[in-house]
């Protein structure tokens, strides 16, 4: 009890103390994973939209692999990442293995999925309720798209933020990719396991703390968004 009661009053004192090592952990961890959220919303959005106005031949199976893929264990795809840009890998010859990039990468495969599963469903259900009323006011798709995107605002952050909630909270494929490496490519997640089994609890609560903030911030941010649009609308 002793032990863990120091543990924690250490890990607050790392805090308050602006711990350059701790921050370091903390600041690469946002950067790597806002950089591959902001590439998965670049790339996720547009691919539900189109799957959800959009009918081809294929589409049931695509979308059928993309609602799989949300829940594609991160080994898996720590795994491929690493196979592909290995030195023996298609890819080798960029060297971006063991770096933030291959980090982002990683990172980038799990979210992807969830913005374009998930987004497509919101807008497809809107596309359901308004394409009659578009298509008699002869509104273009493209606007139509943007029209359907501002009125679920709400709901396509709070898949945004879930995504955000995916990548910060990854170890397994930025682990394999990134390696862990000290000053380079530890992140929070794989700090914390590290820390943890060296029996550093101190930082790896630290860690913990900082990480949990961020989450609880996040879901707060929101949960206050949705009062805020909702409030206005009221005015």
């Known amino acids: 009890m002793q032990l863990f009661s120091d543990s924690f ?3 607050f004192y790392l805090i308050i103390s602006g711990d350059p090592d701790l921050f370091e952990i903390i600041f690469l961890s946002i950067r790597v994973s806002l950089t591959s959220l902001l590439g998965s919303v670049i790339i996720g959005l547009p691919l539900g939209a189109f799957l959800a106005i959009h009918r081809f031949k294929m589409r049931s199976i695509v979308m059928s692999v993309l609602n799989a893929l949300m829940g594609m264990p ?3 795809v720590g795994l491929i990442v690493y196979l592909y840009l290995s030195r023996s890998g298609p890819l080798g010859f960029l060297s971006l293995l063991y770096t933030p990039t291959a980090m982002i990468i990683a990172q980038m495969l799990l979210v992807i999925p969830i913005i374009g599963a998930l987004s497509a ?3 497809e259900d809107l596309h359901s309720e308004y394409n009659d009323l578009f298509r008699s006011l002869n509104v273009s798709t493209t606007k139509a798209v943007f029209a359907y995107i501002y009125d679920a605002r709400i709901s396509l952050l709070t898949v945004i933020l879930a995504g955000f909630g995916r990548a910060i909270s990854e170890v397994g494929a930025v682990s394999i990719v990134g390696g862990n490496i000290d000053h380079l490519t530890r992140v929070m997640t794989t700090a914390i396991s590290l820390e943890t089994s060296k029996g550093n609890l101190s930082l790896a609560l630290a860690l913990g703390i900082i990480l949990l903030a961020i989450a609880l911030g996040v879901n707060l941010f929101a949960v206050r ?3 805020w649009v909702t409030d ?4």
């Open 74 to 76: 991160p080994v898996v």
């Open 232 to 235: 206005k609308q009221d005015v």
């Open 9 to 11: 009053i250490t890990a």
């Open 225 to 227: 968004a949705k009062y």
């Open 121 to 123: 469903q919101i807008i």
